[in-house]
């Protein structure tokens, strides 16, 4: 357990989440107009089509496949212990990451060859993309060359995960994992950490609660009832802004 | 009953000279910004013709609007909760900015700062967007007055409803006709803009029936491009956010008319309250198709009935406003004299923007079937020498309308879903205000003639009276009828007023209290 292991697996987990919290509410609140990510889809919409649909799915899954085996480690080894299931979990999450991959340079090319997107292309967003593309490649090496990558990330990392949520951080696990699974981790610390400085952001404000709304939506500037009525006062709440 | 107040509009078609007054004053205070130079929240078309952008009306590209299903419920065509959510990442029927045009400018520091030459230099023009030169190949309203008319007229969606034939008969030289429809947002009420946006940015004002978009909730899903069928939902390139036009609220709040309201040279505009019942809404929206603009004109509320201003008044609706009601020029056309027709009302949004349909095109259309007017026509001019070519004589009463250069059935696409009685109702009206004007003043019509016209149309001299005031003579106070939005008592669901009694001056931003 030397130095730079506690450091990258310690410190840099700790920092990036710290980063985290601190940025995006410092964002939200700051610079709650640019919480979201600028779409290009107006300048550009056909290759567009073919870099974000792959891409989003495939991230969707992959990302979401990642927070099970985290959150419901025993489950998903469970699922495991028949080999077949476990080339079904495989391959899906393989056929997923590729998606991503295809996506994603689908993307990075449309960035860096159209002119009108460029217009609206900041260092971040490629920084991000490039950033984003190692993490999926490396990704996909691990999945290809350290097998059965569903059954140890339930059965070591998401140990380690957990101690770092419990604040008795257990790195025995990863230190000694081969590099490109450490790069891969270290990769994702690296992306919470920036998180609140890039476009990423758009995540924590998906529009699930659409779904539980009415269609309609009418505001009124005052209450309108009980503006009518002389019994009640106007407001309820003494107002704080003065 | 659930009455609420809403600020409508009517334009008299009738009256529109095309000259983009509107879209330039708009465009000076709204959108003469980056990222908004394309936006055209005030945009006047050229029908027939594609319009902006590009063939907005056709549905089966843009997906706009609501549709009826056969369960006999309303869905939105290219967005709601299942459809939006899942295209999320890629909305495919959104438009893209060659479907409204470039935006550009001209370089014109070059015709200053080139240096010493042969030739005269120019002012290239250059991309808004990336800056590089280009050509310019669109605009918004590239197809003013009928020019290229086979890339755009003959394209235009509303042809659909013609045949071949009579497709053909509207573009001869000789009969060629067209009118102006100037747009802005409807501020529906149903609105498919608001209904989309996942983030739920969009909202429709309760007390004045403004639909705006909070900027700051705004996402940049961008639903809201698709859902909207008129277009009038904009997206934002640089600041990745959503604009419409905001019906200039600032303005209305402190009782002037919109810009573009207030600019119009041909006076064609009229703003006013309509009294509407909330709860028949949904009902209203997904009518038979054939019912659509009855049920439309259902919906709007007698503002002199007791019932009606009861409820208006349990919903806080304040007296001022029930008075502008009453008061409303809009109110006056579409419902009491009924002359005005709904955009598109097959879009079942239930826009609040109501159109008189234009007469002129309709009535330039008297065929010289039997040679009689031959060698009056000058070869040149296409024209006759004796007004053949906008007959206003009324010896066949309304054949000019039937026999309309401008087809019913043309009109009738853009403003009834089809149903030319609807229109030619509207263009007879007009008509019978003409003739009775012309009895009273000229005197060439026998008064016999002109009450059977007033009888047939349904008018009375009163009403043909307004009709013509109101189109012809009207003042501002009498066009735009803007009921007091009464932000001083807004201001008290927000601020308690009395916080800054008893402190001096603007007030303290400290309280006065000293305890040390
Ligand atoms: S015209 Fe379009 S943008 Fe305006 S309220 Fe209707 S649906 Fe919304
Ligand atoms: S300013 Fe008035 S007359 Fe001129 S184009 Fe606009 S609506 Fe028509």
Known sequence: MNLSNIFLFVGLPYAALLLFVVGTTQRYRNKGFKVSSLSSQFLEGKSLFWGTVPFHFGILVVAGGHLTAFLIPRAVLAWNGDPLRLMILQITAFSFGLSTLVGLIALLARRLTNTRVKMVTTRMDLFLEVLLLAQVVLGLWVALGYRWGSSWFAADLSPYLWSLFKADPNITAVAAMPLPIQLHIIGAFLIVAIFPFTRLVHLLVAPLHYLNRPYQRVMWNWDRRAIRDPATPWSKTRPKNN | ?516
């Open chain 2, 1 to 516: 009953m659930d009455i609420r107040a809403q600020i409508s509009m009517v334009f008299h078609l009738d009256k529109c000279i095309g000259c983009h007054t509107c879209s330039i004053a708009c465009k000076n205070i709204w959108t003469d910004r980056k990222g908004a130079e394309y936006q055209w929240w005030n945009n006047v078309e050229t029908k027939p013709g594609t319009g902006y952008p590009q063939k907005w009306e056709d549905q089966d590209i843009y997906k706009g609007g609501w549709y009826k299903d056969t369960d006999g419920r309303i869905h939105l065509k290219g967005a709601g909760k299942k459809k939006g959510l899942l295209n999320i990442f890629h909305n495919p029927s959104m438009p893209t900015v060659d479907d409204y045009y470039e935006p550009f400018t001209y370089n014109y520091l070059n015709l200053v700062e080139a240096p010493a030459g042969d030739d005269q230099p120019t002012a290239r023009p250059v991309s808004l967007i990336t800056g590089e030169p280009m050509d310019v190949k669109m605009g918004p309203n590239w197809d003013d007055d009928l020019s290229g008319t086979p890339d755009y007229a003959r394209n235009d969606p509303n042809m659909a409803a013609l045949s071949a034939a009579e497709r053909d008969a509207m573009f001869q030289l000789e009969r060629m006709a067209f009118f102006y429809l100037p747009r802005i947002c409807n501020h529906c009420l149903n609105p498919g803009c608001v209904a989309s946006c996942p983030s739920g940015a969009i909202y429709k004002r309760g007390e004045d029936g403004i639909v705006l978009i909070n900027q700051k909730v705004c996402r940049a899903w961008r639903m809201c491009v698709t859902a909207c069928p008129y277009k009038k939902s904009y997206y934002n390139w640089h600041t990745g956010k959503s604009e419409k036009c905001i019906l200039c609220f600032p303005r209305m709040e402190a009782g002037y008319a919109p810009a573009c309201m207030h600019s119009c040279v041909g006076r064609i505009r009229y703003i006013g309250v309509l009294l509407y019942d909330a709860d028949k809404i949904e009902a209203t929206a997904s009518a038979d198709e054939k019912d659509l603009v009855g049920k439309h004109l259902e919906i709007l509320m007698d503002p002199f009935d007791d019932r009606v201003i009861r409820s208006a008044k349990a919903n806080g609706v304040p007296d001022s406003t029930i008075k502008a009601a009453q008061n409303s020029p809009t109110y006056k056309f579409i419902k009491e004299w009924g002359m005005a027709l709904p955009l598109h009302p097959e879009f079942r949004t239930l826009p609040m923007l109501w159109y008189v349909p234009p007469l002129l095109p309709v009535m330039a259309s008297v065929k010289d079937t039997d040679g009689a007017q031959k060698d009056k026509l000058n070869p040149i001019a296409k024209t006759w020498s004796d007004n053949w070519l906008y007959d206003t004589s009324t010896e066949e009463l309304w054949g000019t309308v039937e026999q309309a250069r401008m087809p019913l059935k043309y009109l009738a696409s853009l403003f009834s879903a089809g149903d030319t009685t609807l229109v030619s109702d509207r263009l007879k009206r007009l008509m019978a205000v003409r003739i009775y004007r012309r009895w009273k003043t000229v005197g060439d019509v026998s008064e016999e003639k002109m009450s059977r016209v007033l009888k047939e149309t349904g008018l009375t001299q009163e009403a043909a009276e307004g009709i013509f005031y109101l189109t012809a003579l009207a003042k501002f106070n009498d066009r735009f009828v803007i009921p007091p939005a009464h932000r001083e008592q807004a201001m008290e669901m927000i601020e308690f007023t009395g916080d800054v009694k008893g402190n001096t001056g603007f007030g303290f931003r400290e309280a006065p209290s000293r305890g040390m």
